[in-house]
C-alpha cells in the first residue's frame, strides 16, 4: 500500500469524505462510498452528519433520465478546515508593505521568494522529461499543501492543484499568481507550453495548468510570450 493510500486509510471517515470533495469536487453519496470502500448509505449517514457540522452541503443535480442525485460539496466551513498557512498574519504584512514601502517592493520580495522556489524546483526536476518533470513538480507542490496532481491530456499533461494554502496572501496580492505560473514556465523549460485554464482566486475549485510540449513552429508565432503573466 502507498503511503498516500495508508495516511488516507487512516483518517477518520468524515475526513477521508472531506478530503475526496475537496480535491475531487463535488460528488454523490455512491460515489464517495465507492472511493472509501462503504455502502452509499454509510456514506450518506456520514454525510449527513458532516452537514449538521456545517461542513457539507448537499444540492440536487439532474444526471440524465431519471429522478435528481443529490450531490455534496463542501461549505465555507468545510474548505476551512483545509490549512491556509498563517492567513490573516500574512494578508496584514502585504498590506503594512504595501501601505508603507510601496507595490515595488512588496513585488521585489515577492520575485525574490520565486526565485528560491525555482532553484529549489529545479534541483529537483533537473534530468528529466517533461512527463517526470511534471511529477516530481505536483510532488513537491504537495509536499508544501497544494494537494496537487496530474494526468497525461493528449500529447501533453494537466497539473492541478486541489487546495491554495497561500489564498488569502494570493486574493490580497495576484503578484504571488503571476509569480507561480512563471515559476511553472521556468521550471518546466523551453520546451513546455504552460496555461492557467482554472484559477481559485478567480472563484474556480482548483487552479489548474495545461501544459503543452512546444515545438518550434508554435514557439516562433508566440515570440516572447513565454513567461508573462496569464
Known amino acids: 500500500m502507498s503511503s498516500d493510500r495508508l495516511e488516507n486509510a487512516l483518517r477518520p471517515a ?3 469524505f472531506l478530503v475526496l470533495l475537496k480535491s475531487r469536487g463535488p460528488q454523490s453519496a455512491g460515489e464517495l462510498g465507492r472511493a472509501t470502500g462503504v455502502t ?3 456514506a450518506r449517514q456520514q454525510l ?18 431519471g429522478r435528481p442525485t443529490q450531490v455534496w460539496s463542501l461549505t465555507d466551513a468545510g474548505n476551512a478546515r483545509f490549512p491556509d498557512a498563517h492567513a490573516e498574519l500574512t494578508a496584514g504584512l502585504i498590506r503594512s508593505i504595501r501601505t508603507e514601502l510601496g507595490e515595488a517592493v512588496l513585488d521585489r520580495l515577492i520575485d525574490a ?8 524546483y529545479a534541483t529537483a526536476l533537473e534530468g528529466a522529461g ?3 518533470r511534471v511529477a516530481r513538480l505536483a510532488e513537491a507542490r504537495t509536499r508544501e499543501g497544494y494537494m496537487a496532481e496530474f494526468w497525461a491530456e ?7 492543484e486541489n487546495h491554495c494554502p497561500i489564498c488569502v496572501a494570493a486574493t490580497a496580492c495576484q503578484g504571488f499568481c503571476r509569480a507561480e505560473l512563471s515559476t511553472f514556465r521556468d521550471v518546466l523549460g523551453p520546451e513546455a507550453s504552460v496555461e492557467r485554464v482554472e484559477h481559485i482566486v478567480q472563484g474556480a475549485r482548483r487552479c ?12 516562433g508565432r508566440k515570440g516572447g510570450r513565454r513567461g508573462k503573466p496569464g
Open 40 to 42: 452509499g448509505e454509510a
Open 14 to 16: 468524515g475526513d477521508r
Open 208 to 219: 489548474l495548468y495545461r501544459i503543452s510540449p512546444e515545438d518550434k513552429e508554435s514557439k
Open 154 to 160: 493528449g500529447n501533453g499533461f494537466v497539473l492541478a
Open 113 to 120: 521568494r520565486a526565485a528560491e522556489s525555482k532553484e529549489a
Open 48 to 65: 449527513v452528519r458532516l452537514a449538521a457540522d456545517g461542513l457539507v452541503v448537499a444540492t440536487a443535480e439532474s444526471r440524465g433520465v
Open 130 to 132: 517533461l512527463g517526470e
